[in-house]
């Protein structure tokens, strides 16, 4: 059977994180929004006498250790009385490390796809596995809740999906631009002195946009974040005021990951190309906004 499951990217505007020894009530809160591009993850399998389990990244096998989430999330969902071969092969539309999610697009879809084949899981429970493996092995905190949900999102209690509570901004019209330009370790950032300061100020960002949920007010408030924490410095900072100069709303940081994200409207987009042209800036996407849940299905080509 193959199986293929659509994960959107996730850009997270700000968050604070909330730890906890039970990796199912770990997670984050903040805001962010879910792209109509990410990963795409199909799954094979096919009956045989030893079991054999195979994950690829971009058409290429990796290593259990490149790969342990996965690893990790496909040896819970498949059925231990299984014997045969399952491959399992992500496919990303943004480098990994940058900020888009593809660590949970990767658990979230292997668990997803993995679930729909055997049929032993439901969706809330394939999406509970993949967050326990993503907090356990420091993956994310709070990306597979929200990729769950999609469209613009507020995570308003921390947990994995039946346990978190996720809320949606309403959007008209909007693009999303996203900028990659290199990796940031979420796992060493939250080990580091600068915890404090994302704890206090994405609790007041997320109180701010409580009371005003526009995603006019998201941007605002996640670029006040990325400055105030100081994660948003030097040519991240000096990209996204030239940005500033043809856009309505102020662009930002992804969080976390060393990219910008901003939201644009149609007219905007050949100012924010010329800009990036300018700044001899090739690699970027203008994306829409995915306001759906993930897909998965039998996938017949």
Known sequence: MLVRAFIP?????FFFPRFHEDPLKAGSLGAGVNLDRGTNVFVVTEKGVKRHIRVAFNGKPVKKSTARI?????????????????EIWQYFDFPNGHGFGNSAGGALGTALALAYAFKNKTLLQA???????????????????????????MRVKAGCPGIGIVDNIFFEDYRVLAIPFGRLSTKEILKGDIIRQIEVNGKQALERLKKKPTPENMMYLAREFAESTGLMEGELLEIARELDRVLRLPSSMVMLGKSIFALLREDEV???KEVLSDLSIEKYAICGIYNSRPEVGRWTG
């Open 270 to 272: 050949s100012g924010v």
């Open 9 to 13: 990217a996730h850009i997270t505007a």
């Open 127 to 153: 999406s509970q596995v993949a967050h326990k493996h993503e907090v356990i092995n420091g993956g994310g905190l709070g990306d597979v809740i929200a990729q769950l949900h999609g469209g613009i999102e």
């Open 70 to 86: 996965s690893y990790s999330v496909a040896e819970e969902i498949i059925p231990p009385e299984f014997r045969g071969n399952v």
